[in-house]
């Protein structure tokens, strides 16, 4: 396993739209066994292979408290969506150290449709926590970030915040 370098915002390699999965592999096992090591390492509650620079429909998440209940998620699709929740954002891949977050508007429920490891087809019924981080992920694989849905003047606040600490590096 290795941990793997997490792009930053704002790196264009971000805006990269993923593609599907046509096939479970060695590669593709070695890749999510990656992702759940960087994922861990950094303390994130799910990391899109987006944010690693593979640009696959994958994505990985553990919202469990005791932090070993690793889940992936291979071509996901949220199928349903329904109510609103409003909680805290943040984002490995956005300003990372800095402690950034932001209030933003989700979906309460949702359900998704995806593959596991084994190749095998599923559907969960999701929400809280959950349902919060496979939309924020789902994003990730279209090349959008938690900031894209921000209005302008919260995005400007938070773009001199990471300039300042670029400048300091
Ligand atoms: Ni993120």
Same mark, same amino acid.
């Given at each position: 396993?290795?941990?793997? =370098?997490?792009?930053?915002?704002?790196?264009?390699? &971000?805006?990269? #739209?993923?593609?599907?999965?046509?096939?479970?592999?060695?590669?593709?096992? #070695?890749?999510?066994? *990656?992702?759940?090591?960087?994922?861990?390492?950094?303390?994130?509650?799910?990391?899109?292979?987006?944010?690693?620079?593979?640009?696959?429909?994958?994505?990985?998440?553990?919202?469990? *408290?005791? /932090?070993?209940?690793?889940?992936?998620?291979?071509?996901?699709?949220?199928?349903?969506?329904? !109510?609103?929740?409003?909680?805290?954002?943040?984002? &490995?891949?956005?300003?990372?150290?800095?402690?950034?977050?932001?209030?933003?508007?989700?979906?309460?429920?949702?359900? &998704?449709? !995806?593959?596991?490891? *084994?190749?095998?087809?599923?559907?969960?019924?999701?929400?809280?926590?959950?349902?919060?981080? $496979?939309?924020? =992920? $789902?994003?990730?694989?279209?090349?959008? &970030?938690?900031?894209?849905?921000?209005? /302008?003047? #919260?995005?400007?606040?938070?773009?001199?915040?990471?300039? #300042?600490?670029? /400048?300091?590096?």
């Amino acid at each position: 396993m290795a941990v793997l =370098e997490i792009l930053q915002y704002p790196d264009p390699r &971000l805006r990269i #739209k993923a593609e599907s999965v046509t096939q479970i592999d060695d590669d593709i096992r #070695k890749k999510v066994e *990656d992702m759940y090591e960087t994922m861990y390492v950094n303390q994130g509650v799910g990391l899109a292979a987006t944010q690693v620079n593979i640009h696959l429909q994958i994505f990985t998440m553990d919202i469990s *408290d005791t /932090r070993d209940k690793p889940l992936c998620v291979i071509n996901p699709e949220i199928l349903t969506k329904s !109510g609103m929740q409003y909680d805290y954002h943040g984002c &490995l891949s956005v300003g990372a150290g800095l402690g950034i977050s932001d209030k933003l508007e989700r979906a309460a429920k949702l359900r &998704l449709r !995806g593959m596991d490891l *084994d190749g095998k087809i599923f559907e969960w019924d999701l929400d809280e926590l959950a349902a919060i981080c $496979v939309q924020h =992920e $789902v994003d990730h694989l279209n090349g959008i &970030l938690f900031i894209d849905h921000l209005s /302008r003047l #919260k995005l400007d606040r938070i773009r001199k915040k990471i300039d #300042k600490a670029q /400048r300091r590096v």
